[in-house]
């Protein structure tokens, strides 16, 4: 079964983050990287530009709406994400706390759906 | 047979076979559904018919064949086909001993108690599918409408089976502590039948029957776990002081105020009985620690003696809760002073009322009667229970009726 991982937190503080620590974090999300490589666990996984550059768009009786900003303004922002196919939502759990960002943010996980009748 | 008679073996059979059609079929849901098929069936065959040689295994193989019905009306083929050729596994025969069946109904109780849950839906669906109990007596005992009980176990089961939560028991690194939720789920079904004292008195009182004998399915079921049998010896012997508790006029009676002729020996007994088979595991811990405060209580040893136990409590369990009722025990013992600066020592506690009315028991004992009806006031703020606000409006009463005249202690 597949996984999404979303990852929040503060953008504030990784923006303000010397390089040389935010390399460190990188080697860490890296070795996690690879350790699901390994495990067969890693489907896709990428790090999303700030919220900054996040627009929003909606379309109401016809009309584009288009606003800049992300969907919810919030201090932990969702900041990449990684799918994992997991074979229990219990693996996946284990998986999404050793994404460096669960000992300082929030990683949210949610199974992708499966329609049960296909 | 009787209807108590036939409703003791729904309650006994019920969690077998809902655990092993949802262990093959994993799906809850349809496990549920096919179970609750096959004892309607139980109902109409068994009084007429007369009770199967194995009643077990009858409502196992007939529920087996009621989910293959249900799964061949479904409107799919590939998953169809699956489901029934997981069936295959289950035993077709009807008059089979119980003990052949595959018992999955530990792995249904970690289920049921998963942390990704909300603890509300845990204790919902543990005593749904593993006490048997039917919605609308769930419903009654939380004081919550039928439809909305209805709606927490069928959102519960959906997020089972939409996160993908595994039905198993745990693998030994994490046992330790989805152990420590099974228990918990079970003392919280245990305090809302004690604790509260509003709704149907039988209700309540069933309510902690049921957490006592779940609580013993679980003994049995992890034989080696001592905090289990503690979590037992617990409820035994705070059950067996429920008649002493609430006076005949409905008002709260504390522990020292209690008519001992009124408490279950019996209950007692087994309590004691129970605690001592956990400890012989010498792996001490927070349920088996207040057990023996509890037996402590029951069997009159002296309060310097019970304010100990607090202290290994604390060593093992250092939240503020624990922390309370050993300054409250250290109170008790003898030395109100030290209690009250280990309670004003607390932090995170001020909107437990409990806190606050443990500060004016202890400074009215001091004879500190203005700040003592200020921390009654203030835990009457926070207390909606009727029995306990009467409790404290009667303390707050005394006080200013005794003036600044040092109360003595009663402990």
Redesign the interface.
């Given at each position: 079964m597949e996984y999404l991982a979303l990852i929040h937190a503060d953008e504030g503080e990784w923006e303000r983050m010397p390089q040389v620590e935010r390399d460190a974090w990188y080697e860490q999300y890296a070795e996690f990287a690879r350790a699901a490589g390994a495990a067969g666990v890693l489907v896709d996984g990428a790090e999303l530009a700030a919220t900054t550059s996040a627009t929003t768009v909606r379309v109401r009786d016809d009309e584009r709406l288009v606003s800049d900003g992300p969907y919810a303004e919030v201090k932990e922002a969702l900041g990449g994400y990684f799918v994992l196919n997991c074979a229990s939502f219990d693996d996946a759990l284990d998986w999404a706390a050793r994404i460096p960002a669960a000992a300082h943010g929030a990683v949210e996980v949610r199974p992708v759906h499966v329609d049960a009748e296909a | 047979m009787t209807a108590p008679a036939l409703e003791a073996i729904f309650r006994e059979e019920w969690p077998r076979a809902v655990a092993i059609l949802a262990r093959v079929l994993g799906d809850l849901a349809l496990a549920e559904d096919a179970v609750q098929d096959a004892f309607a069936k139980a109902l109409e065959r068994w009084p007429r018919d007369g009770t199967p040689r194995s009643p077990g295994a009858w409502i196992v193989t007939t529920a087996r064949n009621r989910a293959i019905d249900r799964i061949r009306r479904e409107?799919?083929f590939?998953?169809k086909a699956e489901l029934l050729a997981r069936l295959e596994v289950i035993s077709t025969d009807e008059d089979a001993d119980v003990s052949t069946i595959p018992d999955d109904r530990l792995a249904l109780v970690f289920t049921c108690c998963h942390p990704?849950l909300a603890v509300d839906a845990r204790i919902a669906l543990t005593l749904r599918e593993v006490g048997g109990l039917a919605t609308n007596g769930i419903a009654r005992a939380f004081l919550v409408a039928e439809p909305t009980m209805a709606q927490r176990l069928v959102r519960a089961k959906r997020r089972l089976r939409?996160?993908?939560?595994?039905f198993?028991i745990?693998p030994d690194e994490?046992l330790p502590e989805r152990v420590a939720d099974v228990l918990r789920v079970l003392y919280l079904v245990f305090n809302e039948g004690y604790a509260a004292t509003t709704g149907d008195e039988l209700v309540r009182r069933d309510l902690c029957a049921e957490a006592i004998r779940l609580a013993k399915l679980l003994c049995v079921l992890l034989p080696d776990e001592p905090e289990a049998l503690g979590l037992l010896a617990l409820l035994l012997l705070q059950d067996s002081r429920r008649d002493a508790r609430i006076a005949p006029d409905g008002e709260l009676v504390l522990l020292a105020d209690q008519d001992r002729s009124l408490w279950d020996r019996d209950e007692i007994g087994e309590g004691l009985h129970v605690l001592r088979r956990a400890e012989s595991f010498r792996r001490p811990g927070p349920y088996q620690l207040q057990a023996a405060i509890a037996a402590g209580h029951a069997e009159g040893t002296d309060l310097a003696t019970i304010a100990a136990v607090y202290d290994a409590l604390v060593a093992v369990d250092p939240s503020p809760v624990a922390r309370l009722n050993r300054a409250v025990a250290i109170a008790l013992a003898g030395d109100a002073e030290t209690g009250l600066a280990l309670v004003d020592e607390l932090e995170g506690l001020d909107g437990y009322p409990y806190r606050h009315a443990a500060r004016a028991d202890l400074l009215r004992r001091l004879g500190r009667a203005e700040e003592a009806a200020e921390s009654y006031r203030t835990a009457l703020a926070l207390t909606d229970n009727a029995p306990e606000r009467r409790f404290l409006e009667r303390r707050l009463a005394e006080l200013g009726r005794s003036g600044e005249h040092r109360e003595q202690p009663s402990g």
């Open positions: - | 409107r799919t590939a998953r990704a939409e996160t993908g939560i595994p198993r745990p994490v």
